[in-house]
């Protein structure tokens, strides 16, 4: 069966269920894997629970496994048994995942669904279709949050992103994330390299030398952090004074629970995540897969999920939907990444240079943190 007879099979299962789980060529279980914590339980909320009740007796089975997404998928494929049905990634390992054909390629406007107003998907979700495999979900950034208490600083906040490497006027521990992508940016910027330049400088040798020095600056001062819900709880004790991790951690730090903690949008790094289908699945999981893919990703499904998140809906047709938090009853929008208050000066990934680089830069830093 190819992809567009599934796909007629799957979008008129859709129309029709309403209930009771008529689809029976569709796999009656599935396995999601995405990151855990708040934005997981997003997920759950917006997409998996009413794409549940309308399917009596199908089996959702979540796995907080996407940071280790790259490294199972090849082995899955060099075992020849794929375990997944689908998985959320960002987007440099999407193009990874793509480009070694783990990955399924998509038709977005056969296999997506359109706006409301008919716009094909492609459209929609425009130029974050960054790879013929991935579909997107949403904007986040990865920002600093820092504590508004610190006597130390004498009343002093911090207002640009190279408080992080400012030890005098912000004496106190920070907490970084345990991996090349955003601090080699950062110490690059924070040198002195404009944003525009930080790429050509990573390309040589002496740029990589000069982004690792800047590290070097700060590295007996900082906590290493491997989850995104490690830094809000370094700050919340105490322990760090200022930290990076994903903006929707800092809103629930911030936001629910009314923390001591700022945020900073300076230089936030925009990233994407969304969704990839493993290559090579049976033709029943395909079928399930595919027609929970395309519930998920709608225009009302995106909006929905920023009800319990501060992250950006990746169509365009869901932003005017965005409306406040299912608990806090606060407007969401002015706490996404692209809000253009909080846009003015950010970062964008070259998910190119990363899907080339990744596995040699994370093997140097890897070394260097062990030095």
């Known amino acids: 069966m190819n992809l567009k007879s599934l796909m007629l099979l799957t979008t008129g ?18 396995t999601l894997v995405s990151w855990g914590g708040a934005y997981q339980a ?28 790259v ?50 998907a492609s459209e929609d979700f425009g130029d974050l279709i960054v790879s013929d495999c991935f579909i997107p979900q949403i904007v986040y950034s990865t920002t600093v949050g820092y504590r508004t208490d610190v006597a130390e600083w004498n009343g002093n906040t911090p207002s640009d ?32 390299v404009a944003m525009e330049d930080v790429y050509d400088v990573l390309e040589t040798e002496e740029g990589v ?10 590295q ?43 945020m900073l949008w300076d230089a936030q790094v925009f990233d994407l995540d969304g969704w990839i289908i493993p290559e090579g699945l049976p033709e029943d999981r395909l079928a399930r897969t595919l027609d929970f893919v395309r519930f998920a990703t709608d225009t009302q499904r995106l909006a929905d999920q920023s009800r319990w998140i501060s992250y950006g809906p990746a169509r365009a047709s869901s932003a005017p939907l965005v409306g406040t938090h299912a608990d ?35 093997a140097r830093f890897q070394a260097w943190l062990a030095q």
């Open 328 to 362: 806090l009853g606060i407007e969401m929008a002015p706490h996404m990444p692209t809000d253009p208050a909080n846009a003015e000066r950010t970062f964008l990934f070259n998910y190119e240079w990363w899907a080339d680089y990744r596995d040699d830069m994370d």
């Open 209 to 218: 030398e000069q982004a690792f020095a800047m590290l070097d600056t700060i």
């Open 161 to 192: 992103i190279c408080a992080i490497f400012d030890t005098e006027a912000f004496p106190g521990q920070r907490s970084l994330e345990r991996r090349p992508i955003g601090n080699l940016e950062w110490a690059l910027i924070c040198d002195g």
């Open 71 to 120: 490294a199972r998928l090849r082995a899955m494929n060099e075992a020849g048994n794929i375990t997944w049905d689908l998985v959320d990634v960002v987007a440099a390992d999407a193009i990874r995942l793509c480009d070694e054909g783990l990955a399924m390629e998509i038709d977005h406007d056969e296999m997506l669904a359109p706006a409301p107003d008919g716009t094909p």
């Open 13 to 30: 299962a859709s129309m029709a269920a309403t209930g009771a789980m008529a689809d029976g060529h569709m796999a009656s279980s599935m």
């Open 42 to 69: 997003s997920q759950t909320n917006a997409y998996s629970d009413p794409y549940a009740a309308m399917h009596d007796g199908l089996e959702i089975i979540w796995d907080e496994s996407s940071a280790e997404a």
């Open 220 to 262: 007996d001062q900082t906590v290493w952090w491997s989850a995104g819900a490690d830094t809000p709880q370094l700050l919340a004790d105490g322990e760090v004074v200022m930290g990076s991790t994903y903006n929707g951690r800092l809103f629930s730090l911030i936001e629910e629970q009314d923390q001591p903690v700022a």
